[in-house]
């Protein structure tokens, strides 16, 4: 069979179609799996990180701002759906999946969309107890609705399309037990790890938090630490800090990272995790 996957924007979409991709190459070796994101964009690391091949279309986001700039954003992105619809029917007249399966994400909304009108099985996964804006728009060209929660059912038009699953996660966090992570990274088994992550592209307001956090830390540096400072604000978190600030966190065993890739291994090293209640992220926990 053959598989095809779209997701994009932020490893809380990524992730659980990762984890289902994994689990079917377990399960059906010979199966062919695609994924599908959007140019420039997180997926176009993170899925070849994890030996899958990804191809791309050109789509923006929709602006919620209330002005000319917003404005404008949104007519490109209106655009954008028109070329990225055609370039999602080029790659699935060439794929031939037997299915597409849609996680979050505006990438999802003109692949799933082209695929419909293919008269291709869709499905789509919402990991938030609330569907986002593209679930929503997809809710009526998808075959079924797969949902982490039960009370989710309630904002979907048509109930019985959906199954209640959970969200998947990588298969990675069912292969590390706490003392052959510690192990692995090289930390000592005495002192306790922290881990601190806030979503794959960070938050300013917790990044500026752990930069004070770090510093009174380091007064008693009696546990280490794993920071996420997510892609969009670890230059300027290090700049915060300063060069020897980091220095010094990193000599105490206080680490700072722009993007944890190995979160499955960390997190079963960590005592703490200190998280934003992202869908993805608590289920990994």
Known sequence: MKFLFTCGGTAGHIN????????LRLLMPDCEILFIGAAGHMETELVPREGFDIKTVDITNISREISLEGLKHNAKTVRNVFKSTAEAKTILKQFRPDVVIGTGGYVCYPVLKAAHSM???????ESNAVPGLTTRMLSGAADKIL???????QYYKNPEKVIVTGTPVREDFRNYDKASARQKLGIDPEKPLVVSVWGSLGAA???????????KALGNPFFGLIHS??????KTMLE????????????????????????????A?????????????????
């Open 16 to 23: 659980p179609a990762v984890g289902v991709a994994q689990r």
């Open 119 to 125: 008269r291709i099985p869709t499905v789509v996964h």
């Open 147 to 153: 949902v982490g929660f039960e009370e989710s059912r």
């Open 205 to 215: 307001f917790m990044n500026k938090t752990m930069v004070g956090f770090i510093d």
């Open 229 to 234: 400072a997510g892609k969009g604000g670890y």
């Open 240 to 267: 915060e800090m300063g060069r020897d600030g980091v220095k010094t966190a990193e000599q105490n065993g206080m680490e700072i990272r722009e993007y944890i890739y190995d979160m499955p291994l960390i997190m």
């Open 269 to 285: 090293a960590a005592d703490l995790v200190m998280c934003r209640s992202g869908a993805s992220t608590l289920s990994e926990l």
